[in-house]
């Protein structure tokens, strides 16, 4: 049986490919804030910076990747993502919006879905 890390690393692999093949270029992975916050992807597509969370759930274990975007964790993308732009010297006006990618694996199915807003 493979750990956390190891299934997660495995759902931001395939969300990279997934992201890459719709034109969307990585900019960093895993990014760490100071208030223990992560973003799993940040991509460019064109000029705008996509913060990009990454649900990944295999055979309906703990319900449906959608369902695990509560408000809690949107804050704290939100929250990192200000953190990222002051951090790389981007500045709060730098162009970005935030995603999510939804992959769920049930048997021999494999069904993969990207949330262009998920604050609207």
Known sequence: MKNNKEIGDKGEEIALKYLEKLGFKLLERNFRGKRRGEIDLIMTKGVVIVFVEVKYRRQGSFGYAAESISKA?????????????????????Q??????????????????????????
């Open 73 to 93: 964790k949107k804050k704290k993308l939100y929250e990192t993502a200000e953190e990222y732009l002051i951090k790389r010297g981007l500045g709060l006006n």
């Open 95 to 120: 162009k970005c919006s935030f995603g999510a990618v939804l992959i769920d694996d049930t048997l021999n199915k494999r069904e993969i879905s990207f949330i262009e807003d998920i604050f609207i």
